[in-house]
Nanobody
Framework: VQLQASGGGLVQAGGSLRLSCAAS????????MGWFRQAPGKEREFVAS????????RYAESVEGRFTISRGYAGNTMYLQMNNLKPEDTAVYYC?????????????????WGQGTQVTVSS
């Protein structure tokens, strides 16, 4: 099972990016999924989570109102639309699938992790 995040890049402050997460080897129709990020010298932190059916979402306070998490109908894709990006959003972004079906902001709730994608926001 592999999760692959993509869509990162360099953008100016105020700009937008859309991250994608694709699963191979299996689908995650029954699992919650989430996005985390890690900036240099900092611990990995929660960004957003979505339930198995997409009906419930949860966001970190720092991204609420600017980021939107969603998932594809097939259960093997997930997205993070990031608007009004700020320099403090600069980090490596990781997608992950949870053990359970609901939303979670806890790293230990997630047991499948993808390789990250770099997001750099210039001021």
């Amino acid at each position: 099972v592999q999760l692959q995040a993509s869509g990162g890049g360099l953008v100016q402050a105020g700009g937008s990016l859309r991250l994608s997460c694709a699963a191979s080897g299996r689908t995650f129709n029954n699992n919650g999924m989430g996005w985390f990020r890690q900036a240099p010298g900092k611990e990995r932190e929660f960004v957003a989570s979505i339930s198995w059916n997409g009906h419930y979402t949860r966001y970190a306070e720092s991204v609420e109102g600017r980021f939107t998490i969603s998932r594809g109908y097939a259960g093997n894709t997930m997205y993070l639309q990031m608007n009004n990006l700020k320099p403090e959003d600069t980090a490596v972004y990781y997608c992950a699938a949870a053990r359970g079906a609901g939303v979670s902001s806890i790293t230990l709730s997630f047991n499948n992790w993808g390789q990250g994608t770099q997001v750099t926001v210039s001021s």
